[in-house]
């Protein structure tokens, strides 16, 4: 690093030294030596601890992978004992949190959750903001509402009498009235603050359930600007006015039914971004730092004007009580910090070493929230005092350990509240999984929640078990033994822990950005398993999930499923392998999956290696957007490096297919501002060179983790991109990031 200044012992990229110095601590009575000597001596504190981790994890996989060649898949019981022996499983404990000072959307409101790349503000102000969303947008914009006439142009009347009839349905649903339909409703009333009378064809009525009638926004007389009603903790605001295109086409002048939608939200700094140096940390830190002090913009063209995002303020409405009542502008922001195994090249120690990078997003995180917690923000992320740090990658509880020992440090640094900061743990690696209770119990006064992060979880388990035998095919993993306990027993596990009311219990990504309608019809069922969050890709997908929360009282779903059996984690060992070696499989099923995966990886790297981009959607085989991340990767990644190993398919093969997919990307994204096909010049393009990469090196790679690769040739490609480069990222985030504007 020939332009890195050393400060306080460490070799620091001027961009963030810079950042640090005029940006992060311009507000705060801190001074950037402070900084650096702290960050100096947290990882100086842990880098020795987290290398032992990471070492023990090595030496487990590697007696994993010895027995699994004596004994292929074997049999579980044999294999239960074989890892208790070596220490990968632990006795089961009985834990009980015991967390304090939790805000009401972790502990009492279930609801969406998403998750948003800290390196587009634009999208991440979106998210923030989506705590709010237009049901009648919502169900007009997408297929939600299958169509039933060819839209016409502008405002579509017709379409918007599809929607008004549908909200009206769904205000039956969710908000029956005492006598007729929604749709009946000529005027909504509010002759006294706590009384909410409905004026239909046949006379007056009021709801089936008054208490369900929150607030209203006062009006014109006893006519109300808007009506707030209230279902299972979540709102939704009636917006009346008559005056709009909408309102005057609907039957009592509603012009919206703006819901409570994205009730908390992740801003990720790990598995959707691409951040491999200085600069691109700061475009992520950047982000969160403007998000917590409340001065976050985003100015950006569309529909030729400029258009700037910014923070939205709270709403106030008249409480049925008589009294104001003031709700929550935006979700509740949680961070993402990266996992124990990345480092930095951005800052390194006087020794040359880099950086656990763990280390300074922590103390990042938690210096941007000082504005928050000491009041110096234009608008409150937490009401308790709290700072919600996700941890990902975590193997076992004695990482766990580490991570709540990280961020003691960082309070006591920082001198706030012990437990101030709390932890998110990502279920999301098996030998968390398989110890889900002692990793609860090691963090029982800081988790905030557990959540199954499925698709990372999928890639964990193919290389856990990558010498038991080929695995099932991508597809085929969700219905495999290991799966369905998993989900069953996370919710179990959290249950019996004391979650309920405490903490969330999470649900995996909707990767689906367009489908709205099958989302609908599908992922209802994660909050009747118990869950009280789920993930969603867009603010759109969070108005549309929030409908599942009206639906299903989830307290009450949880209040059910403690007493149910608790899942034998002993399905968890039961490895996804083919039988017969994969015998049984058509050389058409073999190239397919080949194909399918190949293509996967491909057009999610090439956008990840050739413009920065983290998260993305890519279109299948089919045509069918996908949403994806590194999670996604990992398993295409380590399904064709297991098939390779056991010989279903053949080195030659691999290079011949990934050849033929580069030219079906490159296709795909032909109309691409910016795009650098990779067919025209595979051994020169950094792109496909990754793609091979993360393939070969699939087996040895430590985890089965993609970052050492991704980020390896970002770095090539960045040194050689020129400097139209963040122009050309910046067209394509626009159109191909799976969480567009509304």
Not at 53 to 72: S, V
Not at 427 to 438: G, I
Not at 544 to 565: F, K, S
Not at 648 to 675: C, I, K, S
Request: contains cysteine; negative net charge.
């Amino acid at each position: 690093m020939s332009d890195a200044t050393a400060t306080g012992g460490l070799q620091v990229d001027p961009a963030l030294r810079d950042f640090v110095a005029d940006e992060l601590l311009a507000g705060l009575d801190r001074e950037p030596a402070w900084f650096w000597s702290t960050l100096a001596e947290l990882n100086e504190r842990f880098a020795g601890r987290v290398g032992q981790l990471l070492r023990r994890r090595d030496e487990l996989q590697q007696q994993i992978d010895d027995w699994h060649r004596e004994h292929g898949a074997g049999d579980v019981g044999a294999l239960e004992t074989f890892l208790t022996e070596i220490g990968y499983l632990l006795p089961v404990e009985d834990p009980t949190v015991r967390v304090t000072r939790v805000d009401r959307e972790i502990a009492e409101v279930p609801g969406p959750q998403l998750v948003v790349p800290a390196t587009v503000p634009r999208y991440a102000l979106n998210a923030a903001n989506a705590r709010w969303g237009s049901l009648f947008d919502a169900l007009y914009g997408t297929d939600a509402l299958p169509s039933d006439h060819e839209p016409a142009p502008g405002y579509d009347e017709r379409r918007g009498a599809q929607v008004i009839a549908e909200a009206d349905r769904l205000l039956d649903r969710f908000f029956p009235l005492a006598e007729g339909s929604h749709a009946d409703v000529v005027a909504y009333r509010v002759p006294s603050p706590g009384e909410l009378a409905v004026e239909t064809s046949a006379g007056r009525t009021g709801l089936a359930d008054p208490a369900q009638f929150a607030g209203h926004r006062p009006g014109d007389g006893d006519r109300p600007a808007a009506v707030l009603l209230r279902r299972n903790g979540l709102h939704l605001e009636l917006t009346i006015d008559p005056s709009t295109r909408v309102g005057a086409q609907h039957h009592a002048g509603v012009s919206d039914a703006v819901l409570e939608s994205a009730v908390s939200t992740i801003v990720d700094l790990e598995d959707s971004v691409a951040t491999v140096d200085g600069p691109d940390k700061v475009g992520a830190y950047r982000t969160w730092l403007g998000l917590r002090t409340g001065e976050l913009t985003a100015t950006f063209g569309k529909g030729g004007r400029t258009v700037t995002r910014e923070v939205h303020g709270d709403r106030t409405y008249v409480g049925a009580d008589g009294e104001e009542l003031t709700l929550p502008g935006r979700s509740l922001l949680l961070v993402r910090n990266v996992g124990h195994h990345m480092r930095l090249d951005a800052v390194r120690t006087a020794d040359g070493e880099p950086l656990l990078e763990e280390v300074l997003d922590a103390l990042v995180s938690a210096v941007a929230a000082l504005y928050d917690l000491r009041g110096r923000s234009r608008f409150t992320n937490t009401r308790t005092g709290s700072v919600y740090i996700v941890k990902p990658k975590m193997h076992g509880p004695d990482e766990v350990s580490l991570s709540v020992e990280l961020l003691a440090a960082v309070e006591q640094a920082l001198g706030l509240e012990p437990t101030t900061l709390k932890i998110g743990i990502m279920d999301e690696e098996k030998r968390t999984s398989t110890n889900l209770e002692a990793c609860i119990a090691r963090a029982a006064d800081r988790v905030i929640f557990v959540n199954t992060g499925f698709l990372d979880r999928t890639g964990d388990e193919i290389h856990t078990d990558f010498e038991a035998g080929p695995v099932v095919r991508k597809d085929d993993q969700r219905s495999q033994t290991w799966l369905t306990t998993y989900e069953d027993r996370n919710v179990d596990v959290a249950l019996r822990a004391g979650f309920a009311g405490q903490a969330q219990i999470g649900k995996g990504m909707w990767a689906k950005p367009a489908a709205m309608r099958e989302m609908l019809d599908t992922k209802g069922g994660h909050p009747r398993a118990g869950a009280n969050t789920a993930w969603v890709p867009s603010p759109t997908a969070a108005t549309l999930h929030a409908l599942h929360y009206l639906e299903t009282d989830v307290l009450a779903v949880q209040e059910e499923l403690r007493n149910r059996p608790l899942a034998d984690r002993r399905g968890l060992l039961v490895p996804p392998v083919l039988p017969n070696g994969g015998a049984d499989l058509s050389e058409e099923e073999k190239r397919h999956e080949l194909e399918t995966n190949a293509q996967s990886i491909l057009g999610y790297v090439v956008r990840w290696v050739g413009l920065g981009i983290g998260c993305s959607t890519v279109p299948t085989l089919e045509g069918v957007g996908l949403m994806e991340d590194r999670a996604t990767l990992r398993i295409s990644s380590q399904q064709i490096a297991n098939w390779l190993h056991h010989g279903l398919v053949e080195e030659g093969q691999v290079r011949e297919t990934f050849a033929r997919m580069a030219a079906v990307v490159d296709e795909q994204n032909a109309d691409e501002p910016g795009y650098r096909p990779m067919s025209a010049d595979l051994d020169g393009s950094p792109s496909f060179q990754a793609a091979l990469d993360l393939v070969f090196s699939g087996r040895q790679e430590p985890n089965g983790y993609t970052e050492r690769a991704l980020t390896t040739w970002r770095q090539r490609a960045k040194a050689t991109d020129g400097d139209d480069e963040s122009q050309a990222r910046e067209a394509v985030v626009a159109d191909r990031a799976p969480s567009p504007a509304p």
